[in-house]
Structure formats: structure tokens, C-alpha cells
């Protein structure tokens, strides 16, 4: 399992915001680039951009709010173009490569 599944996720102020669900790589660098993460209420593509890592989870760098009126997406084990186009556009980030879900033996960031 990658260390980071079921790691608590905090939002840019510290607030707590649930648990990582899944690990997305970057398809070039095979390094953690996205999280879903998983609340009471939904799931939401987070990007790890910004992110730190303590002993208490990760934090991000990025707002509950925003978190929470992510774009709504089932986690697909490959992100379309769309898809990622609409989550980058939503977080204000640049377009990267595709990125994939991550397995196992790959490395946390």
C-alpha cells in the first residue's frame, strides 16, 4: 500500500479535511502529483502542489472551500485530458502531463 492511503489531510489554515483515498502520479517523473480525498461527505481530486508533510498528515496548499467545490469526479484509475484540464483550471494551476493512479511500490513525496 503507498504510505500515503489513509494519511490525514489538512487544508492551507490546518483544518482537518479527512484521508487520503488514492495517490496520483505524474506520468513522466512517477512522483505523487494528486490525492483523493476522502470526507464524510465526498471525495475530491486535490494536487499535492504546495504540499508538506508532518507528523500528523499532509497538509495542503489549498482551502477547504475550494476543496469542497472541486469539480465532481469518480476517481478514474487514469485522469482524462478533460478532466484534468477542468481540475487544473478550477485549483489555477498550469496543465501538466497525465498522471495515473499510484501503485504500491512507488515512492511518497
Same mark, same amino acid.
Given at each position: *500500500?503507498?504510505?500515503? @492511503?489513509?494519511?490525514? &489531510?489538512f487544508d492551507s489554515?490546518? !483544518?482537518?479535511?479527512? =484521508? &487520503?483515498? %488514492? @495517490? ?6 512517477? %512522483?505523487?502529483?494528486?490525492? &483523493? ?5 465526498? %471525495?475530491? *481530486?486535490? /494536487?499535492?502542489?504546495?504540499?508538506? *508533510?508532518? !507528523? ?5 496548499? &489549498? =482551502? ?6 472541486a469539480p465532481p ?8 485530458e478533460e478532466d ?11 496543465? !501538466?502531463? /497525465?498522471?495515473?493512479?499510484?501503485? /504500491? ?5
Open positions: *500500500m503507498n504510505p500515503l @492511503v489513509d494519511a490525514e &489531510v489554515s490546518g !483544518e482537518r479535511i479527512g =484521508t &487520503v483515498g %488514492q @495517490v496520483y502520479l505524474r506520468d513522466d517523473s512517477r %512522483q505523487p502529483a494528486w490525492i &483523493v480525498v476522502r470526507s464524510a461527505s465526498q %471525495q475530491s *481530486m486535490v /494536487p499535492l502542489q504546495g504540499a508538506r *508533510m508532518s !507528523e500528523d498528515g499532509i497538509q495542503l496548499d &489549498v =482551502t477547504k472551500d475550494r476543496i469542497l467545490h469526479l469518480i476517481p478514474p484509475a487514469r485522469l482524462s484534468g484540464e477542468e481540475l487544473h483550471q478550477h485549483y489555477g494551476l498550469r496543465v !501538466e502531463v /497525465p498522471i495515473s493512479r499510484g501503485s /504500491p511500490e512507488h515512492r511518497p513525496f
